[in-house]
């Protein structure tokens, strides 16, 4: 019997496991188990200067919908449904050409310049005071990225005086003859943009990243020594990539001026397969983990060195507009149009960033409007895309301590990597009301899972609250005058009395959210 239960694939030696009977998972919710805070801004976002995400998109100067700013009021309220914490600008690769002193002062004086990032032309309109307004319109904490490309340690170093300096300096009398009288306050600042990556403008080799980022924060410290500060990490992982190479030179040069070291990850069902493509969470974690483990190994042996974590500040689903060509990519804009399993990809990648809440500390979609994003416009309007909902209800609910679960499920292995559960599940708590909210991805396509849930700290009491994303096309998209063809059910049951453990069948290719009140 045992040499013929070793002969059984993983699966089925899972369905017939008597600690299973009756239920395929269990989920075991311990308070105490705490993995991490859920820093706020890992529900950021992200706008850079390509294709419609600023014109025609959050800023649209002559437009009906726009208000006196020339922001379009239709997008902000749609942003604010978001729950947007952090913005990240100006790019993205736009920011390694971007002299953001082009963007300052009477815009009819701004120069129109070459966008060789995307083949575009810049009118440069929308600069610095305005992308800063608008953060303070949207409540979120603005984040601007240098030019560690084409850009000069000086520039840098300038920028930060021009948006925090409360004297009386030249760049601060600028600022103050633009609008705004008290300094910024920017406290975000990302020393470049995937400076690995041999498409980016002014691309380096790690060693030579590192001595211009070192003096550029050396310098922009200087100028304001509140501000945080995030290295360019790995954003190239194609097959010739040494980026466990290029962390490790980065975090060693740089890890006593640096907070954060970015990762980016873009993600595609490049093969039509919906349990591959939401496997991708395995490669995220990977990623996540070697990063974290390089951090920790730059941090060693010194009890005062500086903490760093990682800002994933560029995430998403992308692979239908990345096409090759580069001034294809300038036109097309990315305008992708998401469906319904890229939603469920929103809660895969947001239960990783959660499950890694000790480390990752900022995440920011990418992007906001048009470009691949949630929000798409048009002259007269906008529509929500399939990704919204997710993004938005991870956003605006959630507890403020990430906690490492219990899960035991099905698992599958859906190519020669190793096997993972079908269940994909994160979870946030909220000490002070004690609600336990639980994030649970079934991305399983033809099963539905039915799991036994129960808590060691406490028992569920009142009603659940459930809200749920599914729908029986994977593919269902939205249009203009369609968006609400994949939308969320919200609903409340009772779970039977005694406060134990319950059931909950997690349906196939769903994304669910309990909230559950504990006594
Ligand atoms: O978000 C689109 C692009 O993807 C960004 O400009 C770049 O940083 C990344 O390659």
């Given amino acids: 019997m045992k040499r013929f239960l070793r002969l059984l694939p993983p699966l089925l030696l899972f369905q017939v496991s008597p600690a299973f009977?009756?239920?395929?998972?269990?989920?075991?919710?311990?308070?105490?188990?705490?993995?991490?805070?859920?820093?706020?801004?890992?529900?950021?976002?992200?706008?850079?200067?390509?294709?419609?995400?600023?014109?025609?998109?959050?800023?649209?100067?002559?437009?009906?919908?726009?208000?006196?700013?020339?922001?379009?009021?239709?997008?902000?309220?749609?942003?604010?449904?978001?729950?947007?914490?952090?913005?990240?600008?100006?790019?993205g690769n736009f920011a390694s050409g971007y002299n953001?002193?082009?963007?300052?002062?009477?815009?009819?004086?701004?120069?129109?310049?070459?966008?060789?990032?995307?083949?575009?032309?810049?009118?440069?309109?929308?600069?610095?005071?305005?992308?800063?307004?608008?953060?303070?319109?949207?409540?979120?904490?603005?984040?601007?990225?240098?030019?560690?490309?084409?850009?000069?340690?000086?520039?840098?170093?300038?920028?930060?005086?021009?948006?925090?300096?409360?004297?009386?300096?030249?760049?601060?009398?600028?600022?103050?003859?633009?609008?705004?009288?008290?300094?910024?306050?920017?406290?975000?600042?990302?020393?470049?943009?995937?400076?690995?990556?041999?498409?980016?403008?002014?691309?380096?080799?790690?060693?030579d990243y590192a001595t211009f980022a070192l003096e550029a924060a050396k310098a922009m410290r200087r100028a304001d020594d509140s501000i945080q500060l995030i290295a360019s990490g790995?954003?190239?992982?194609?097959?010739?990539?040494?980026?466990?190479?290029?962390?490790?030179?980065?975090?060693?040069?740089?890890?006593?001026?640096?907070?954060?070291?970015?990762?980016?990850?873009?993600?595609?069902?490049?093969?039509?397969?919906?349990?591959?493509?939401?496997?991708?969470?395995?490669?995220?974690?990977?990623?996540?983990?070697?990063?974290?483990?390089?951090?920790?190994?730059?941090?060693?042996?010194?009890?005062?060195?500086?903490?760093?974590?990682?800002?994933f500040d560029e995430w998403n689903v992308w692979y239908r507009t990345m096409v090759s060509g580069e001034f294809a990519i300038g036109r097309t804009g990315l305008e992708e149009k998401y469906n319904f399993e890229d939603a469920l990809a929103m809660g895969m990648f947001l239960n990783s960033f959660i499950r890694h809440a000790d480390v990752v500390k900022m995440a920011n979609l990418a992007q906001l409007v048009n470009v691949i994003a949630p929000i798409f416009t048009n002259k007269q309007g906008l529509f929500l895309q399939t990704i919204y909902f997710p993004l938005a209800e991870y956003g605006t609910e959630r507890g403020f301590e990430s906690l490492d679960v219990l899960v035991r499920a099905p698992e599958y292995r859906p190519d020669s990597g190793r096997a993972l559960s079908y269940l994909d599940v994160s979870s946030t708590y909220d000490p002070k009301t004690r609600r336990v909210f639980l994030n649970v991805l079934n991305r399983g396509e033809k099963q539905d899972i039915a799991a036994q849930i129960s808590s060691v700290s406490g028992a569920v009491t009142g009603s659940v609250n459930v809200w749920e994303l599914n729908h029986a096309d994977l593919k269902a998209t939205h249009s203009f005058g369609n968006d609400k063809v994949v939308r969320p059910v919200t609903r409340?049951?009772?779970?039977?009395?005694?406060g134990g453990a319950f059931a909950y069948t997690f349906p196939k290719h769903s994304l669910t959210v309990l909230t559950l009140q504990l006594n």
């Fill in 100 to 207: 953001w002193m082009d963007g300052i002062g009477p815009r009819d004086q701004r120069p129109a310049r070459r966008d060789d990032a995307w083949g575009a032309l810049e009118s440069n309109r929308f600069g610095t005071d305005e992308f800063l307004k608008y953060c303070q319109r949207v409540g979120a904490e603005p984040y601007l990225c240098i030019n560690a490309g084409l850009g000069s340690v000086d520039e840098a170093r300038k920028w930060v005086e021009y948006c925090n300096e409360p004297g009386d300096t030249y760049l601060a009398r600028q600022r103050r003859k633009n609008g705004r009288d008290k300094p910024w306050g920017v406290k975000y600042w990302g020393l470049g943009n995937e400076v690995d990556g041999p498409w980016q403008l002014g691309h380096k080799n790690a060693a």
């Fill in 234 to 311: 790995s954003s190239n992982f194609g097959p010739d990539s040494d980026w466990v190479g290029w962390n490790r030179t980065v975090l060693d040069r740089l890890k006593s001026e640096i907070d954060y070291i970015s990762l980016h990850t873009y993600i595609g069902n490049r093969d039509n397969n919906f349990e591959q493509f939401l496997a991708a969470s395995r490669d995220i974690e990977d990623r996540i983990a070697v990063v974290k483990g390089q951090i920790e190994a730059a941090r060693v042996g010194n009890p005062n060195a500086r903490p760093i974590h990682i800002a």
């Fill in 21 to 91: 009977l009756g239920a395929q998972a269990v989920i075991k919710i311990d308070t105490d188990r705490v993995i991490g805070e859920v820093d706020p801004h890992l529900f950021g976002n992200f706008t850079e200067h390509l294709g419609r995400c600023i014109y025609g998109g959050i800023f649209e100067e002559a437009s009906p919908l726009a208000d006196e700013n020339g922001f379009r009021k239709d997008v902000l309220e749609a942003v604010h449904g978001l729950g947007v914490t952090v913005l990240r600008w100006p790019g």
């Fill in 492 to 498: 409340t049951f009772q779970p039977a009395a005694g």
